[in-house]
T-cell receptor
Framework: DTEVTQTPKHLVMGMTNKKSLKCEQH?????MYWYKQKAKKPPELMFV???????INESVPSRFSPECPNSSLLNLHLHALQPEDSALYLC????????????FGPGTRLTVL | GQQLNQSPQSMFIQEGEDVSMNCTSS?????WLWYKQDPGEGPVLLIA?????ELTSNGRLTAQFGITRKDSFLNISASIPSDVGIYFC????????????FGTGTRLKVLA
């Protein structure tokens, strides 16, 4: 299994809603990432987990809350989002943090009304 | 945040033509990568480069890691319609502050 899977594929939520994005990989990778991508822009790193511990937070607002329940799963909890948070949210994984290439999931298209 | 500069920004080419694009940075990277992204999908890894001067091929794709470690190049030979998409370079630095930064992207359109 060489895939990174993400659910849901599409999500529409109101500014007062609480929702979660899920990411899963079964490649035995020990580093997992969340990226945000706006239309016609490159992906921007949000969070990095290494061995299930938060390693990097790129100054992301607290309305985004990551969680890594185990080495295969990565969640992104969303609360009180703004319309400008609408974007494609990508999950990626790599064998480790140092010198390893990242493999991406298909993304969740999020729309905040 | 920091971005890598890619050129050209977009290009229209005829099927069968060769394509070249490049990526430049003001800082050094340990690894250069090239991804292709289709609309609404995640980036798919095409080629990874690990050493300065390295030249690596993947089918019709050839990429090079620049000698200065501040740039990389991607060539696509004999383009076909399914080459349409956005190509992103990415630079990975493992010394000091962790960095995995994407280029601004090259949008490729192939005319049959």
């Amino acid at each position: 299994d060489t895939e990174v899977t993400q659910t849901p594929k599409h999500l529409v939520m109101g500014m007062t809603n609480k929702k979660s994005l899920k990411c899963e990989q079964h490649m035995g990778h020990r580093a997992m990432y969340w990226y945000k991508q706006k239309a016609k822009k490159p992906p921007e790193l949000m969070f990095v987990y290494s061995y299930e511990k938060l390693s990097i937070n790129e100054s992301v607002p607290s309305r985004f809350s990551p969680e890594c329940p185990n080495s295969s799963l990565l969640n992104l909890h969303l609360h009180a989002l703004q319309p400008e948070d609408s974007a494609l949210y990508l999950c990626a994984s790599s064998p480790g943090l140092r010198g390893d290439t990242q493999y991406f999931g298909p993304g969740t298209r999020l729309t905040v009304l | 945040g920091q971005q890598l500069n890619q050129s050209p920004q977009s290009m229209f080419i005829q099927e069968g033509e060769d394509v070249s694009m490049n990526c430049t940075s003001s800082s050094i990277f340990n690894t250069w990568l090239w991804y292709k992204q289709d609309p609404g999908e995640g980036p798919v890894l095409l080629i990874a480069l690990y050493k300065a001067g390295e030249l690596t091929s993947n089918g019709r794709l050839t990429a090079q890691f620049g000698i200065t470690r501040k740039d990389s190049f991607l060539n696509i030979s004999a383009s076909i319609p399914s080459d349409v998409g956005i190509y992103f370079c990415a630079g990975h630095r493992t010394s000091g502050t962790y960095k995995y930064i994407f280029g601004t992207g090259t949008r490729l359109k192939v005319l049959a």
